[in-house]
């Protein structure tokens, strides 16, 4: 089961992956700090002179609810585009963080294999000096 996984794991340019990791958070927090520093909408200013012309007013009052309800769906999407860039942010950290997490555990695997490999050589090297001397 866990071949298939290996291979795709090995097919990741792991290097490529490392070096982007930082570009990535980086782009992340300038997305968080450009909408996070952004205000909500802006209240629509009075309709004054606008609104005489209008019919009568029952459709001033459904154009004024409708003009509410358009200021409190920017205010909620506003308020959804900033949690999603906080999520990318948080992301993006993690991501980094997991990223060199690999790298570490790539390079402790490396070192593990050469001192396997050193430990079969030494193996091979004792064996033939034993078979020597008998």
């Known amino acids: 089961m866990a071949l298939p996984w ?73 308020g959804q585009v900033r949690d999603a860039s906080r999520l990318i942010t948080e992301l993006a950290d993690q991501n980094a963080q997991l990223i060199a997490k690999m790298e570490a555990a790539r390079e402790r695997l490396n070192l593990v294999g050469f001192v396997a490999a050193a430990g079969v050589v030494v193996s091979i090297v004792a064996l033939a000096l034993a078979l020597a001397h008998t």
Not at 35 to 52: F, H, S, T, Y
Request: net charge negative.
């Open 6 to 78: 290996l291979k795709v794991l090995k097919s990741v340019p792991w290097s490529d992956v490392i070096a982007a990791a930082p570009q990535v958070a980086n782009g992340a927090r300038r997305l968080w700090d450009t909408v996070g520093r952004k205000p909500g909408p802006a209240p629509q200013p009075d309709l004054g002179e606008a609104m005489a012309h209008l019919p009568p007013e029952e459709d001033i009052a459904l154009l004024a609810a409708r003009i509410e309800q358009h200021e409190a769906t920017m205010a909620q999407l506003h």
